[in-house]
């Protein structure tokens, strides 16, 4: 499938400590789901890039809000993390991609599982909130790669 919006950002290269953006991952594997006519955007990151991110949102969650669904490719390469709509538009944070599904293939609230070889929920919606606040995530993607750069310093 076609994709329509991706990251826009400048390629000059990752930024010193970042992680190489991953190919966006085609909308018709991560976003392949069961979610009910939805707008939205699907923010893909490196496994453990996403992994860290989901455990500094889900610590800092307030009772308002904290990660929405997430999804793993089949391969284990990348997570992909649901955004609100329009926000592709915007995005550009190095070592991630940010990909507009314009509602294709996305539903919720059917209970049918993710259909693309062996992709699935991390976090499923029914256990959740409905989507990951953007400049939340940015933060959390921020500080997981600060984290694992510095793991990685260590060695």
Request: proline residues 12%; glycine residues 12%; negative net charge.
């Amino acid at each position: 499938m076609e994709s329509t919006g991706t990251n826009t950002a400048p390629e000059p290269g990752p930024a010193p400590g970042a992680f190489p953006a991953p190919a966006p991952a085609p909308v018709s594997a991560l976003a392949q789901v069961s979610v009910p006519a939805l707008d939205l955007d699907l923010v893909t990151v490196p496994t453990r890039q996403g992994l860290e991110a989901v455990d500094i949102i889900r610590r800092a969650a307030s009772p308002s809000g904290g990660v929405g669904p997430v999804l793993h490719d089949g391969s284990g390469d990348t997570l992909g993390f649901l955004v609100p709509s329009g926000t592709a538009d915007a995005w550009d944070l190095p070592g991630s991609a940010c990909t507009q599904t314009n509602g294709r293939g996305m539903r919720f609230g059917d209970a049918v599982t993710p259909t693309a070889g062996a992709t699935g929920w991390l976090l499923p919606p029914e256990a959740v909130g409905p989507v990951t606040d953007p400049e939340v995530l940015r933060a959390a993607l921020g500080e997981a790669a600060r984290l694992i750069e510095a793991a990685d310093n260590c060695r």
